[in-house]
């Protein structure tokens, strides 16, 4: 059983950064693709960025030049640089662990809250 422990959420001023990680125990970390999903306040949760096994990375439109993807496989952790954060970035941020299967795992969330 896979889980999925994200931290590094918090309050922070427009214009700040902050640095998320997810950790995650449990199967085969290195064939899976990560990702950081978000969940505003009463909207759908969608996709901010992922990396895939390869190393490739896809990014939101609305957080391209701002925020960076990475992971280690070795330390089985993924994390979310958010750097020049906005007010519209204040959501629940997920960590999601898909293996190719199709089998994919969340984590609880963190809530990155970002004030004017």
């Known amino acids: 059983q896979v889980q999925l422990v994200e931290s590094g959420g918090g309050l922070v001023q427009a214009g700040g950064s902050l640095r998320l990680s997810c950790a995650a125990s449990?199967?085969?970390?290195?064939?899976?693709?990560m990702g950081w999903y978000r969940q505003p306040p009463g909207k759908q949760r969608l996709l901010v960025a992922r990396?895939?096994?390869?190393?490739?990375?896809t990014y939101a439109d609305s957080v391209k030049g701002r925020f960076t993807i990475s992971r280690d496989n070795a330390k089985r952790t993924a994390a979310l640089q958010m750097n020049s954060l906005q007010t519209e970035d204040t959501a629940v941020y997920y960590c999601?662990?898909?293996?190719?299967?199709?089998?994919?795992?969340w984590g609880k969330g963190t809530l990155v809250t970002v004030s004017s």
């Open positions: 449990g199967g085969i970390f290195s064939i899976a693709t």
């Open positions: 990396i895939t096994s390869a190393q490739t990375t």
């Open positions: 999601n662990l898909k293996f190719p299967n199709g089998i994919e795992y």
